[in-house]
């Protein structure tokens, strides 16, 4: 999943955690949120041996809301620019991966509302 720009809602990092995959077991990042806002949507998800492609229109914002909106990825790249509550420089380059975790993000509890540019998860 790619966007121009990406704001997680209330969101909760749930830490590295291990799914099963066609291909066998994965470390992935869990995250959950309350709503997710993607501009410039364009994901790849794979159907079976095919590879379905999803595209939002060029400049539409896609939304997804809900109690818990759950996110298995395996990194996530891109420009912070906002976390509620804590200072952060005026544009924080990110790239997250399971092994790649900053002490920051485990030491935070509760909702962290995120808001960046250029995100792809």
Known sequence: MKGSHLELRNLVFGGVVTVDTAAGPKRVLKFSAAAVTIRDLKMAVPVGPQ??????????????????????????????????????????????????????LYDTLGNLDLRGRGYRL
Not at 55 to 77: F, K, N, Q, R
Request: no cysteine.
């Open 51 to 104: 590879i379905q492609h999803i595209d939002g229109a060029p400049g539409s914002t896609s939304t997804l809301h809900g109690d818990h909106i759950t996110m298995y990825v395996e990194s996530l790249t891109g420009t912070l620019s906002g976390v509620e509550g804590i200072p952060l420089p005026p544009a924080l380059r990110l790239h997250l991966t399971p092994d790649t975790v900053p002490e920051w």
